[in-house]
């Protein structure tokens, strides 16, 4: 098989598990380190963090980093790992429908099988891209996906919640709204951040009859109880890369207080780390 | 004053916490976003972990990894902090003292104000550099330092206990040699990982009567005893990154079995990590 077979292939295979009878669980990695922990656990496809990734550059979240950039940190997740990598491209780095689809390609050209595409306009005064415009970034990506015949699964999302768009008891008929837009312009999976509440997701799995992405992590309901619910698919966000920054606070205060390395336990060995690492080598550790 | 001096200074006070009351502990960062965490704990001074950088990018620890891929990695994170940042650059890339020298350029570029140079040779039935080229390999180093202007901190390592070299009970004289010899050819400290015996340590310290950088992590005397010892630096190499690691396993394990996040819990917010950025911004997580 040429590469894009290959790729075409791993795309197929990603879509076919938003229609399983499991939930699709995926972790979010921002290096190839992390990708390979996951890989190594068995997970069957990754995503990766756009806010994990631009906090290990120094970027805050929010294309602050540029689709170059972030591309390439896809691109080095995709290429060390065997498993389908979907990528999280933010709002597809520009205003207009041909900058999502010049983001689609980038993400097929860097081995993806998927893509997030956000509605955060990164504007104060009005924090949704208009939806007739979002209808038209998706309708872009899906025309690049034609043409490189690469059917990359585009996860479509909305921020009504994590924004806060609008008065609270308005927001999920707005989400709905959207979601339902995005589902009927050819999106192959909707995302809504920001929803905690079983009630609400149950309610939006039925009135949406379509896969449905959540974010998960301290406060959600437990994987078995949003795949009870019909969750088609749950993600973990920048909440695995923060949970290993709030692990370097513990260690750095260990270290400065009583002085010792609990905290450093229960760590692979360096040779268990090079050996997971694509070309094996053994050497000396530092 | 000008980037140079000010990076002459850093350079200086960094020389300085190698001769100060305290033990200058340096915690090893890999990515901006460590760096940051250990910056915010208000250590002093950060190492750079040459194995934590390359497993980030999916290479085995050993000089696998470039110089300009290395040097790129340190260059980020010493832009990012406040503090004098030391470049752990392995070998110094490549054989020749004008390697070593071209390696030690590299590193005062990047903003560095330290760097390491092991004498790991990475041939199997030879694994140390002959002494004399490693000499020579100071020596350029030097040289570098005087033609820039700009004192970067060279810490010489020896890896005689790491890589097992010789039998064991002539290690210790193998190792007292070499770094005798370091500290005589101008390195402003010498370092011996793989050592974690406090009798040994302490022997070393007397007999060698200069700073001395000991690798320390679980197993190790703690912190206060390294200071009680007389040791002047202790660093952690790749064992932070590696625990990083370790609970990235347990959150996957969490994840796929009981379905909860708990492992997630006590890790700063989207916003707390966002603040700690160098450009501010406050959008949407994800």
């Known amino acids: 098989m040429s590469d894009k077979q290959k790729q075409k292939s791993a795309a197929e295979a990603f879509r076919a598990m938003h229609r399983g009878k499991r ?3 995926l972790p979010n990695a921002w290096d190839v380190a992390s990708a390979h922990i996951f890989e190594e656990a068995g997970f069957g496809a990754i995503a990766t963090t756009s806010a994990g990734i631009a906090f290990t550059r120094g970027y805050p ?8 950039e972030m591309l390439q940190a896809v691109s080095r997740i995709a290429a060390a790992t065997k498993v389908p990598v979907t990528a999280d491209v933010e709002a597809g780095y520009g205003a207009r429908p041909e900058d999502a689809a010049q983001t ?7 081995g993806g099988a998927g893509m997030n595409l956000e509605d955060a306009s990164g504007e104060a005064n009005q924090p949704l891209v208009e939806l007739p415009l979002q209808l038209e970034k998706i309708a872009a990506i899906n025309e690049a996906k034609r043409k490189t015949g690469v059917p990359i699964v585009l996860n479509a999302r909305t921020d009504v919640y994590l924004l806060q768009v609008g008065p609270a008891e308005k927001r999920y008929d707005q989400a709905l709204r959207r979601l339902t837009a995005f589902r009927d312009a050819g999106a192959d999976c909707v995302f809504l951040p920001g929803v905690r509440d079983a009630a609400t997701i149950g309610r939006l799995v039925k009135d949406l009859d379509f896969p449905l992405n959540i974010l998960a992590g301290p406060g959600s309901p437990s994987i078995s109880e949003l795949q009870r619910l019909g969750v088609a698919r749950v993600s973990l966000g920048s909440s695995i890369m923060r949970a290993t920054l709030g692990l370097l606070g513990r260690i750095a205060e260990e270290l400065k207080t ?7 336990e229960n760590a692979p060995s360096h040779d268990d780390v090079n050996r997971m690492m694509p070309s094996q080598l053994t050497t000396k550790s530092s």
Do not use: M
Not at 61 to 68: F, L, V, Y
Not at 104 to 110: G, N, R
Not at 258 to 264: F, M, Q, V
């Open 61 to 68: 979240d929010g294309q602050r980093i540029s689709r170059d």
């Open 23 to 25: 939930i699709l669980l």
């Open 258 to 264: 009583t002085g010792t390395y609990r905290s450093l």
């Open 104 to 110: 689609a390609l980038a993400v097929i050209e860097s």
